[in-house]
């Protein structure tokens, strides 16, 4: 995992918190990471040149990794990843939580057509958020076999906030208290055949990558198992889950 940035509690606050802070749970433990060298004048959020991080580049080039996944790609970081794994014959993954639903004058919505519907139907794959997600994709071209957006979780039915029960109580699907089997069997009664991705994140988490992706794999076997039955499971193909190298480019 690659950042461009390490964020100062007031840049957290001025990137739209409204109040300086510094997280209280531990975000870069458990996987391996580094903080690419940031050359912008001045660093930080809010406006395209912020992020601007050369070394990347030379870090797709060598071709240790089968993809490279962005985070969008409103900033020059994001490109200049972009542009070396073309560049080298990288797959790129995007992750976006852009709608369609916020205002725009008709100049803005026609410029970034012409514009968007040029290099967004290159990505490999597009990760959307949730449904506006998934339409802001299609509308700019990406084929719909390349979005995906499953994503499972599961937690024990307490008496707490969302954002309370997904920080500190998650767990991997099946080991919760909600049906994710049963939710699954309804995603696959729809004919969807892409990719189901699982997130975890809380105090309990593995700090080994491989020991979660261990983990990962034994839940989604379960859950499988769970949400296909015996019978169609004779006839079906199994789910598959892949893994690249663990790390990646946020």
Same mark, same amino acid.
């Given at each position: 995992?690659?950042?461009? !940035?390490?964020?100062?509690?007031?840049?957290?606050?001025?990137?739209?918190?409204?109040?300086?802070?510094?997280?209280?749970?531990?975000?870069?433990?458990?996987?391996?990471?580094?903080?690419?060298?940031?050359?912008? !004048?001045?660093?930080?959020?809010?406006?395209?040149?912020?992020?601007?991080?050369?070394?990347?580049?030379?870090?797709?080039?060598?071709?240790?990794?089968?993809?490279?996944?962005?985070?969008?790609?409103?900033?020059?970081?994001?490109?200049?990843?972009?542009?070396?794994?073309?560049?080298?014959?990288?797959?790129?993954?995007?992750?976006?939580?852009?709608?369609?639903?916020?205002?725009?004058?008709?100049?803005?919505?026609?410029?970034?057509?012409?514009?968007?519907?040029?290099?967004?139907?290159?990505?490999?794959?597009?990760?959307?958020?949730?449904?506006?997600?998934?339409?802001?994709?299609?509308?700019?071209?990406?084929?719909?076999?390349?979005?995906?957006?499953?994503?499972?979780?599961?937690?024990?039915?307490?008496?707490?906030?969302?954002?309370?029960?997904?920080?500190?109580?998650?767990?991997?699907?099946?080991?919760?208290?909600?049906?994710?089997?049963?939710?699954?069997?309804?995603?696959?009664?729809?004919?969807?055949?892409?990719?189901?991705?699982?997130?975890?994140?809380?105090?309990?988490?593995?700090?080994?990558?491989?020991?979660?992706?261990?983990?990962?794999?034994?839940?989604?076997?379960?859950?499988?198992?769970?949400?296909?039955?015996?019978?169609?499971?004779?006839?079906?193909?199994?789910?598959?889950?892949?893994?690249?190298?663990?790390?990646?480019?946020?």
């Amino acid at each position: 995992m690659y950042y461009c !940035h390490q964020a100062t509690p007031q840049e957290q606050a001025r990137a739209g918190f409204g109040v300086e802070f510094e997280w209280d749970v531990p975000l870069l433990s458990g996987y391996p990471h580094s903080f690419l060298r940031n050359i912008a !004048h001045p660093p930080g959020h809010g406006r395209f040149a912020g992020f601007d991080t050369p070394e990347i580049g030379k870090i797709i080039r060598r071709r240790d990794y089968d993809a490279v996944l962005v985070n969008g790609w409103n900033y020059k970081s994001a490109w200049q990843a972009i542009w070396a794994a073309w560049q080298s014959d990288v797959r790129v993954f995007v992750r976006g939580d852009s709608h369609l639903h916020s205002p725009r004058s008709r100049t803005v919505r026609a410029t970034k057509l012409l514009a968007y519907r040029r290099f967004v139907p290159c990505f490999d794959a597009c990760l959307a958020a949730g449904e506006w997600s998934r339409e802001y994709f299609a509308y700019y071209g990406a084929r719909p076999d390349r979005i995906f957006f499953v994503q499972l979780g599961d937690a024990p039915r307490m008496n707490v906030d969302p954002l309370t029960l997904r920080r500190n109580h998650s767990r991997m699907p099946g080991e919760g208290d909600f049906d994710v089997a049963g939710f699954l069997r309804a995603v696959l009664a729809t004919g969807y055949s892409g990719t189901v991705s699982l997130e975890i994140f809380n105090e309990k988490t593995p700090e080994s990558p491989l020991a979660s992706a261990r983990a990962a794999m034994h839940s989604m076997l379960l859950v499988e198992e769970r949400a296909r039955g015996a019978n169609e499971r004779e006839s079906s193909k199994p789910v598959a889950v892949g893994a690249s190298k663990p790390q990646g480019f946020p």
